[in-house]
């Protein structure tokens, strides 16, 4: 402990075949901070399959757990999920966090195999599609390879749900980090995107800002709504996106597809901005 896990994988069984994150250096997440990243040793992740198979042995979906599972070898991959198929017969998914980098390290004929093996779902946290954002955050990838990444998964059958961070710019670098957010999934379009809103950790906040340029100031949520709504204006991808931003972080939950859904989730949002009642209220609100 800590584990954490998508909102959508809460009703699924997660397994951790590694602790914490082999990157955790961005300045935002607090989430592997008391934690080492290691591979968990196989016989370890395996005696564990079979503890969850007594306790659940109907189980169909699994979450691959820590930080990001994709950083292990293609053997040790390879023998996990061989060993899931063997211990739960109805699997039918196993999903786990990546990072661009895992996405890029390995081979689009490597993440077929994966896909083949079931492991079809991968959560990727874009936060920005601008590159001086990413540095200010330390999120060790670019605009650049954000994009090789997501096509890399797409080209191997693999569906991304990718996440972006509304605020993480503050109130100057906003529109730049809302356009160049757009411009990436228009061009690399995930199957899923949902927007988390900036929320730190008390113990992050200092190591946040000591990245940021002088004068850096958080968004209130009025400032959040206008980079939602601009996001949303903008997006135009080449294939339908199933939208969300129902994330116990925002101030105001939304669901849709797009492009079918934009005119009506604008309409949500300008309500919104005149409405404060529609929007979460504040205690109902965190990580």
Request: glycine share 4%; net charge negative.
């Amino acid at each position: 402990m800590p584990l954490y896990r998508p909102p959508s994988e809460g009703n699924n069984l997660i397994i951790q075949a590694t602790l914490g994150c082999s990157a955790n250096y961005c300045t935002f997440c607090s989430m592997y901070k008391t934690k080492t990243y290691r591979a968990r040793p196989l016989d370890q992740v395996f005696a564990d399959i079979d503890h969850a198979a007594k306790e659940w042995p109907t189980a169909s979906r699994v979450f691959l757990a820590d930080g990001d599972a994709l950083t292990l070898s293609m053997d040790n991959l390879r023998a996990i999920l061989n060993k899931l198929h063997e211990t739960f017969p109805e699997l039918t998914r196993v999903s786990a966090y990546a990072t661009p980098k895992n996405l890029i390290d390995k081979s689009v004929d490597e993440l077929r195999e994966l896909k083949a093996m079931k492991l079809s779902l991968v959560y990727m946290g874009i936060e920005s599609g601008s590159t001086q954002v990413l540095k200010r955050v330390i999120k060790g990838a670019s605009h650049k390879t954000h994009g090789m990444a997501l096509d890399n998964a797409t080209a191997a059958g693999l569906k991304v749900s990718a996440t972006v961070i509304l605020g993480l710019a503050g109130q100057t670098g906003w529109e730049d980090h809302i356009a160049s957010t757009a411009q990436l999934i228009n061009d690399h379009p995930p199957t899923y995107l949902s927007t988390l809103q900036l929320t730190l950790d008390e113990a992050t906040v200092d190591e946040f800002m000591a990245e940021q340029e002088e004068g850096f100031t958080f968004q209130d949520d009025d400032a959040i709504l206008l980079e939602q709504e601009q996001l949303l204006k903008l997006l135009n991808p080449q294939k339908p996106i199933i939208f969300r931003s129902n994330h116990a972080s925002n101030c105001l939950p939304l669901a849709g597809n797009l492009p079918k859904d934009k005119n009506k989730l604008l309409e949500i949002i300008t309500a919104a901005k005149d409405q404060t009642h529609l929007r979460r209220s504040p205690f109902m609100r965190s990580l």
